[in-house]
């Protein structure tokens, strides 16, 4: 559901405006905040008991599913098919691709792509900016895109590029595409967190977030880090899985990789994060070069058959191996990419669980 959720934190027994006020005050403006918070995190900003803070918690989850924002505990088929069926798929612009997905990128749920650098990911989120744009009609979500950046990576420019050889109105595309440029990893927390205001104020229907680690690996170095950095990225991810069921939004996170040194056969890359990462997505697509192409891989999916696909980056984005043929490629230029996203050995047994 995109409408606005229309339950407030005062609707919730016992909370009166002083106790809103200081929910208020510690950061939580909505009762899905409040519902998408963890016990630990409301004792440390609010400063009340384990007791309040689980009952807090409880009392908006039952609220919001007894309102029908949140699945129930126990929920007949039927319930379930129903609310898969409001279900939307957004197109890639490659056919290849969408079929990997067996239509495209849904809403309620997390799709995440990883892979080396250079590998597409950023070029697919680019032109996901745009098909999401598109009526539900033509293979989009009908809605506005908030693109979080955490590696100052987003070019309104190719956008505006994709755009012109799509034919679309170009003003119009950037208009609608709003850019978090976020540089530390309690800023992405905070965004994340007032993500479902965001979301309504803007009409927002996909969220992307490139790349999700990236700050936390940069800040939180060193085995002793290691749990509490896990801890917030987990934090995240649970947050970000909700809010795409309860606006039923698509959200498309990126990962980086890590070489994994106890592979002795095949690919020696993995995500990084460990399980948190891979446990919250819904999705999760392997991204490879091969040649001129790329090579996806769905690596988990609750539904889909392990499949791989080829696809290209053109001009206009995101498109299939044949029809980069048709399309004019040779003005651009390769640009060197020296940014290194693949760990030592070290890094990656620290990040083992
Ligand atoms: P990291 O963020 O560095 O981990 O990589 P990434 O997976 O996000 O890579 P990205 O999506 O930025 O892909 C970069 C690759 O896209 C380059 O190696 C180019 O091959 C290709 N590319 C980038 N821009 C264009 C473009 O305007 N036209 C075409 N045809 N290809 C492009
Ligand atoms: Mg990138």
């Known amino acids: 559901m995109s409408e606005a959720i229309e339950v407030d934190i005062s609707d919730l027994p016992g909370v009166g405006p002083a106790t809103k006020a200081k929910l208020e005050a510690g950061g939580v403006t909505t009762i899905l905040d409040l519902a998408a918070a963890t016990v630990n995190e409301l004792v440390e ?13 409880f009392e908006s989850q039952r609220l919001l599913r007894d309102k029908g924002y949140l699945e129930k505990d126990l929920v007949s088929a039927q319930e379930l098919f129903d609310r898969r069926s409001k279900m939307v798929k957004c197109t890639t612009f490659s056919k290849n691709l969408d079929n990997l997905f067996a239509g495209g ?5 997390v799709t995440e792509f990883y892979g080396e650098f250079g590998s597409g990911k950023t070029q697919i989120c680019h032109t996901l900016c745009l098909s999401a744009q598109l009526p539900v009609e033509e293979h989009g979500l009908g809605g506005g895109v908030l693109y979080i950046d955490t590696e100052s990576t987003f070019r309104p420019e190719r956008v505006a590029q994709i755009a012109r050889a799509r034919g679309a109105d ?28 965001l979301i309504q104020q803007n009409a927002i229907k996909l969220v992307v977030v490139d790349s999700i680690i990236s700050l936390h690996r940069a ?35 990126t990962n980086q990789v890590q070489a994994s040194p106890d592979t002795f056969f095949g690919d020696p890359t993995k995500p990084a994060g460990g399980n948190i990462i891979g446990h919250a997505s819904t999705y999760r697509v392997y991204l490879r070069k091969a040649g001129q192409e790329r090579k996806a891989i769905m690596i988990d999916s609750p539904c889909h058959p392990y499949g791989d696909t080829n696809f290209m980056i053109i001009e206009a984005g995101i498109g299939d191996p044949d029809e980069s043929k048709k399309s004019a490629t040779s003005s651009w230029k390769t640009r060197a990419i020296e940014k290194k996203t693949v760990k030592t050995a070290k890094e990656d047994e620290e990040e083992k669980e």
């Open 45 to 57: 900003n609010l400063g009340i008991t384990e007791e309040t803070a689980h009952n807090l918690i």
């Open 105 to 109: 990128i849904e809403t309620q749920a």
């Open 170 to 197: 170009v003003d119009k595309a950037l208009s609608n595409i709003h850019v978090a440029k976020v540089y530390n990893a309690s800023h992405l927390e905070l965004i994340v967190k007032a993500l479902g205001n």
């Open 219 to 253: 800040e939180f170095v060193g085995r002793g880090t290691l749990s509490e950095r896990q801890q917030k990225l987990n934090a995240v991810m649970h947050r970000l899985k909700r809010i795409a069921e309860i606006y039923n939004i698509a959200i498309v996170i």
